[in-house]
């Protein structure tokens, strides 16, 4: 690994989870604490990248000054700031753990509680990686992940031809060690091409290098 060797490049990151608004009081959102895309972050501004980073409410420590750092709440939110900033990037990674789907309507007060059951609608957000793989330009490269608790392979292989990624890494959550809130993942990485690498369980640090250097083997990698 050569230090700088991502220089010269832009890379546009979404990481942690969104938060989907209920009522003034509530909302619906997952488990994603954002270690695996901070990781990224500091792996590509250590290895030379200007990273520009929209982030979901993570629980983590994050040093916001090193990078271009926007915090965003719902997916909507954090898909407007990343079109924004996506015409620019050599490289896009989408590590978000986006809610899929979020009320369909936000209360104004506080939902009072009288009966013993209550439902609440659900409407489709905006697929942000499947919403700008459309409009992916010429050598940019598109990096997408994969979180899945079962057929787990189909459904990665699945995911990386809807949404025109370059690179997919799929993380099982039945993989011990793997997954959500922990410092460390096991991921098994797919190519456009078909080719398939797979890591240990490793600190999400040596995880993130090891994404960057598969990055640095897709075609459309040119070193400035
Ligand atoms: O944050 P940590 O606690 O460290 O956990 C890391 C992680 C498990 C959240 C991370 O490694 C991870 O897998 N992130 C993606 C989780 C996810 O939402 O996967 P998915 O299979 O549902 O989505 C597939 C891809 O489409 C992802 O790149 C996702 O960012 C993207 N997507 C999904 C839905 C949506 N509405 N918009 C999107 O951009």
Redesign the pocket.
Known sequence: RKKGDFQGKKVLL?????QESIDPVRFIS??????????LAEAFLERGAEVFVVSGP??IEVAKEKFHWQDVLS?QS??EA?AALHSQADIV????????YGPQEVAAEKIKKDDDEMSISLKK????????GQSKKAGQIH??????TENEEK??KG?LEK?N?DL??L?SMKETG?????DT?R?HLFHRNGKKVSSAVER?DSIAALILDEIKKHDNWKQA
Do not use: Q, W
């Open positions: 979404t990481m942690g989870p969104t997952n488990h994603s604490s954002g270690k695996m895309g901070y990781a993570v629980s997916a954090m898909y990343a990674v989408f590590a978000a753990a986006v809610a899929d957000n905006i697929d942000i990686a499947f919403t700008l990096v997408g992940f994969a979180l899945e459904n990665a995911k949404k990624f997919i890494v993380n793997a997954g959500f809130r922990l993942n991921v999400k």
